[in-house]
């Protein structure tokens, strides 16, 4: 039986990658005012049922929480429209007098669509625009514990598309979730570009299918305090990005690096905020239950409030507790802790000044988030520009890190795609918009002529072949002895 629904995941691949492709070369031929037309009502579907997309989300996933997906799905139909909406993404780009170079926009063809289960609606508000917007076609894999809702969203972007103009099929969902019909999809040929968001293993899969790909690597964002913060703004904006959907976004802060001429009074204002300090004893306790023993992190508590880990930890926390803090004394092994944690704990250290910060933040990156976010609260911009050459691709300042990462609370392009570099295998650094799926043609003039060489003497017309015939007998000689 599980055969069978294996072939039959696949063959329901193959159908989706094949009719997107049909529907894309239609599209294709769109001008870029059909396209934005296409696009605006994506948008305004995507808005109109952000609120029951967000509440299907929580009851399928069980993760996070209600209001804040749908401001997240909000932030997919809305902000991020909004940034893409006037970008020129198909036909004549740009134009260059001066160099005499045209640049002509051209739709990759199909994407496919890795989809999480942390933000699961709201990722695929957010990869349909763009890839509508690039001219592309897409097929969404949803996470096994999220197909539903997932389906749910791609069903209303569809039908916003097709009733705009777009060909029926532009948009498709695998209903039928294996990891034998995701690779499928992978590896089909209709298929011209992977934008992947989920586990290392899934990304590490997308990177290897032979094909171009955008995958996002850990966050494990560390966030500093440095002595001249304003405390209150920085303590709130860290408690605002760590319990915005209770920790899913992988931007989202997960060690606070004090700086420790301030530590009482942050520790005082944490506390004042609805922070609870864990004892060393339930730092131990609270690993147990929200880390494996290989590193990851418990699944079931993805997600979850203080209270479920606490009550699941066995430890008793004062009522209203709006994020756990553990102090840690190390990072690695030793420490499960100082690891990406999608959930309310924040692990907490003291550093002696920002040089200490630094080295600390780069170690704990190097041990999981290389590449992803760093924070920073500080009023000293010397010492904010420092952290610039740190192996980070966002640099985020002054602002709560899950929501300035994602483009929500800062200028960066709102995105829920966020490259890490190389440095974490990633072939972008940037947050994902529709110019990383489209192809440039550049249509180049000549700006400058080639010297015509004169025509060389030819050697050879005073060497007769008498000559030649010489030189032949003379090497075949000398080879005979």
């Not at 989706?16 to 037309?37: F, N």
């Not at 401001?71 to 036909?91: C, P, Q, R, S, W």
């Not at 001219?135 to 209303?156: D, E, L, M, T, Y």
């Not at 606490?310 to 190390?330: F, Q, S, Y």
């Amino acid at each position: 039986m599980a055969l069978d629904y294996d072939l039959s995941s696949i063959q329901e691949a193959r159908d989706l990658a094949r009719k997107a492709k049909e529907a894309q070369r239609v599209l294709a031929g769109y001008s870029q005012q059909q396209i934005d037309r296409i696009v605006a009502a994506m948008s305004e579907a995507a808005a109109a049922n952000a609120e029951w997309l967000a509440r299907m989300a929580v009851d399928e996933t069980k993760f996070g929480i209600f209001q804040d997906k749908v401001k997240k799905n909000l932030f997919a139909a809305k902000n991020v429209y909004e940034y893409i909406k006037d970008m020129k993404t198909v036909g004549i780009l740009h134009e260059d007098p001066q160099n005499k170079v045209i640049e002509a926009g051209v739709p990759m063809g199909v994407v496919m669509g890795i989809i999480p289960s942390t933000n699961p609606t709201s990722t695929t508000i957010y990869k349909a625009l763009v890839s509508l917007k690039a001219g592309n076609g897409i097929v969404f894999a949803p996470h096994p514990n999220a197909c539903r809702c997932i389906n749910a969203a791609a069903q209303v972007m569809h039908e916003a598309a097709v009733k705009a103009g777009a060909p029926e099929g532009i948009i498709g969902c695998l209903t039928k979730v294996t990891m034998a019909a995701t690779d499928e999809l992978m590896k089909h040929d209709d298929i011209s570009v992977i934008l992947a968001t989920g586990g290392p293993g899934l990304v590490k899969a997308a990177y290897s299918a032979g094909k171009p790909a955008y995958g996002v690597g850990a966050g494990n964002a560390p966030v500093f305090i440095e002595r001249s913060a304003d405390i209150k703004k920085a303590v709130s904006d860290i408690i605002t990005g760590k319990t915005f959907d209770n920790g899913v976004i992988c931007a989202s802060e997960n060690s606070v690096l004090i700086d420790e001429p301030i530590k009482d009074k942050v520790i005082a204002e944490f506390e004042a905020q609805g922070a609870y300090f864990l004892s060393k004893e339930e730092v131990e306790k609270v690993s147990r239950v929200v880390m494996t023993p290989k590193g990851g992190m418990n699944s079931a508590l993805v997600g979850k409030g203080p209270k479920v880990i606490a009550d699941k930890a066995g430890i008793a926390i004062p009522e209203g507790t709006r994020i756990l803090i553990a102090p840690l004394e190390g990072y690695g092994p030793g420490f499960p802790l100082s690891y990406e944690k999608l959930t309310t704990v924040l692990a907490c250290y003291v550093v002696k000044d920002w040089e200490e910060a630094c080295h600390l933040a780069i170690e704990l990156l190097n041990l999981m988030g290389a590449g992803h976010t760093f924070a920073i609260h500080s009023q000293n911009d010397e010492i904010i520009r420092e952290f610039i050459r740190k192996p980070v691709s966002r640099i985020l300042v002054n602002t709560p890190s899950s929501l300035g990462g994602i483009g929500y609370t800062t200028g960066l392009a709102p995105s829920l795609t966020l490259g890490c570099g190389t440095i974490a295998g990633s072939s972008t650094s940037d947050n994902v918009t529709p110019m990383h799926l489209i192809n440039i043609k550049r249509l180049a003039y000549e700006t400058s002529r080639v010297e015509t060489r004169p025509k060389a003497d030819c050697l050879a017309s005073s060497i007769s072949a008498d000559d030649i015939a010489e030189v032949v007998k003379k090497v075949i000689a000398e080879l005979k002895r």
